[in-house]
């Protein structure tokens, strides 16, 4: 059964490639969403798939790419699916 995460992202993680990164990774899990930066310095992600996929690509967004700093991931489930059709930079 498919499922919506919504997944705040904090710590180092703006101009590090972390938007690009998580879009690649996402596609690669077969997942349907978008990134994106916020004003705060955050990155914003909305996810969907499979739980237990979403499941990894957390694991990922809980470190990034190489040059992250992650220092805090906050996310909430919810079968309140958007109908994404594919993963977008935004």
């Not at 904090?10 to 004003?39: C, D, I, W």
């Not at 992250?68 to 059709?85: M, P, Q, T, Y």
């Amino acid at each position: 059964m498919k499922v919506r995460v919504a997944i705040w992202i904090y710590g180092m993680v703006q101009g590090v490639f972390f938007r690009h990164s998580a879009k690649r990774t996402a596609e690669e899990l077969g997942l349907a969403g978008f990134v994106r930066n916020e004003p705060d310095g955050s990155v914003y992600i909305e996810a969907e798939g499979e739980r237990e996929v979403l499941d990894k690509f957390l694991d990922w967004c809980r470190k990034g790419p190489a040059y992250a700093k992650v220092e805090r991931v906050d996310f909430e489930f919810s079968d309140d699916l958007r109908g994404f059709s594919e993963f977008k930079l935004q």
